[in-house]
């Protein structure tokens, strides 16, 4: 049986490098006809035609969430990111909203498939394969995440069971008797479905379910939250990565437990300083730009995630020959905080406090504003037995060490801080607009 989906995904990275350049050119030449890329680009006196080359991309500007929405605010109902006549649009689907206006985005019969073969990708990598079940507990609504899965799923070839209209205790009953092997939800839902089961007597770990695929949240990287579902499960949680504006753009394969390749042939990876957007190395942190190279009729091109990832080139034992990146998404560029010139992020400083700490040892990292200039303070609550004033001048030491300033430590009583699976929750954010 083969082991990748596609031929391409063990290629050479010279290899790799060709076909990107290949499908940008072409993506290039088909924007020339999207009035939402044209008018960009004609504003910014660029002429695209100019891009001959991958390290060309960076004479376009980036993309950006807000451009979207402006443009949709703008010419409603669908805005004009559409390389096509309207007529060949057959999929439409729109994002929650969370932060800020919810975006619409349609999708060809082309960019459908495409979006399709990408979700494919990533399950065939997670270890799915035609002769699976695929369970679907999800109301099968606007929004896009599991309704690429489930297609995805046509295109391996393994049979799909769309179990929206059905409460949780139908959905496990369902799922059990017709021996579903692999089940896509978000991670919170498939603890909810855990409980459920323990509350109606059904011993999940006797169901054939062997994987649980994850969008919708970051959890599935989160190692405290896949051990909690493969406990309840007896089963391998993976992730599938995704954002609405450039589609599922990573692979979580059976070798990697918290690593993610990035689908290299189906999207063009950069990570950038945040603040000056110039290109950083492999290794370093830094924020996530993407250009998707299938969706033509509908693209993100150079858009800003506002991720922050750093890039592993070890070697992955599946072969595949896309890059890793490490801890899939680290945090959010929007999080950095600017103190005295220098840019620090949350999850640095995290790892950093996290070093010094113990087991049931909490932290919590507050960014806050004093006369106009940006400060930063950790919390934090020592265990028992632990001398607090020398845990703080501790971390205080690691911390002046690591960043070369001077950032203050507090200890607080145990069990004042709330208690968090997600890093990004041990961030609070205090700071005023200025
Ligand atoms: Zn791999």
């Given at each position: 049986m083969r082991s990748n989906f596609t031929p391409f995904e063990a290629a050479s990275r010279g290899e790799i490098r060709a076909l990107q350049e290949q499908k940008l050119l072409g993506l290039l030449r088909k924007v020339s006809g999207n009035p939402f890329y044209r008018r960009k680009y004609e504003e910014c006196g660029i002429n695209p035609e100019r891009v001959r080359s991958l390290e060309d991309l960076r004479m376009l500007p980036f993309t950006y969430k807000r451009d979207f929405q402006k443009d949709q605010t703008e010419n409603?109902?669908?805005?004009?990111?559409?390389?096509?006549?309207?007529?060949n649009y057959v999929r439409y689907h729109q994002t929650t909203g969370t932060t800020g206006l919810p975006l619409k985005w349609m999708d060809t019969r082309e960019s459908w498939e495409w979006r399709g073969k990408c979700a494919a990708m990533s399950l065939w990598a997670s270890g799915v394969r035609p002769s699976d079940v695929v369970f679907f507990p999800f109301a099968f609504g606007p929004h896009v995440a599991f309704w690429g899965l489930f297609e995805g799923t046509f295109q391996i070839g393994a049979l799909a069971i769309a179990g929206g209209g059905w409460n949780t205790v139908q959905r496990l009953r369902s799922l059990i008797e017709n021996q579903a092997t692999v089940v896509c939800c978000t991670p919170t839902y498939a603890l909810r479905m855990a409980e459920a089961a323990a509350d109606n007597n059904?011993?999940?770990?006797?169901?054939?379910?062997?994987l649980l695929i994850h969008a919708?949240?970051?959890?599935?990287?989160v190692p405290s939250i896949q051990k909690k579902i493969s406990e309840a499960w007896g089963a391998t949680p993976y992730d599938y990565p995704g954002l609405?504006?450039?589609?599922?753009?990573a692979l979580h394969c059976e070798h990697q437990r918290t690593a993610i390749h990035v689908n290299e042939t189906e999207f063009i990876l950069e990570v950038i300083?945040?603040?000056?957007?110039e290109p950083l190395e492999d290794g370093n942190m830094g924020e996530m730009v993407l250009t998707n190279l299938g969706r033509t009729s509908s693209p993100g091109i150079r858009f800003r995630t506002h991720d922050l990832v750093r890039v592993s080139t070890a070697q992955c034992g599946c072969g595949r020959t896309f890059r890793l990146l490490e801890?899939?998404?680290?945090?959010?560029?929007?999080?950095?905080i600017i103190i005295r010139g220098m840019n620090l992020f949350p999850s640095d400083l995290g790892n950093v406090v996290e070093s010094c700490l113990l087991i049931g040892e909490e932290y919590q990292i507050i960014a806050y504003t004093k006369d106009g200039m940006g400060e930063v303070k950790v919390c934090v609550e020592p265990g028992k037995g632990r001398d607090p004033a020398q845990l703080c001048k501790r971390l205080e030491r690691a911390l002046r060490e690591r960043f070369e300033i001077r950032i203050p430590v507090e200890a607080v009583p145990l069990n004042t801080l709330p208690r968090s699976d997600y890093k990004s929750k041990r961030f609070v954010d205090k700071r005023t607009a200025s």
């Open positions: 409603p109902p669908f805005g004009t990111n559409l390389s096509e006549p309207l007529e059904i011993d999940l770990s006797k169901s054939s379910v062997r919708g949240e970051p959890g599935g990287l609405t504006e450039v589609g599922a753009y300083d945040p603040t000056t957007g801890g899939g998404v680290l945090g959010r560029s929007d999080d950095m």
